[in-house]
């Protein structure tokens, strides 16, 4: 596979992994999250905006590989 064809499924890939990571962490902090104080909330958006990094990594790498000659 040519490394243009990677990085555009790869690009598509990353699009769908943060928009379904970011309805999940907002569907999640609705139903337990309502009822906690400031300091856990915070600390949740903080790891929940961060966490999609580590399943996006193979992606990314995958995306930068060099063609095979």
Avoid at 25 to 53: D, E, I, K, R
Wanted: glycine share 4%; charged share 10%; aromatic share 10%.
């Amino acid at each position: 596979m040519r490394i243009r064809t990677r990085k555009l499924i790869g690009t598509v890939a990353l699009l769908m992994l943060v928009t379904a990571w970011a309805l999940l962490a907002m569907a999640f902090a609705q139903f337990a999250l309502h009822a906690q104080s400031a300091v856990v909330v915070m600390l949740f958006y903080a790891v929940a905006g961060l966490g999609w990094v580590l399943p996006a990594m193979p992606v990314v790498s995958w995306m930068q590989r060099p063609d095979k000659v």
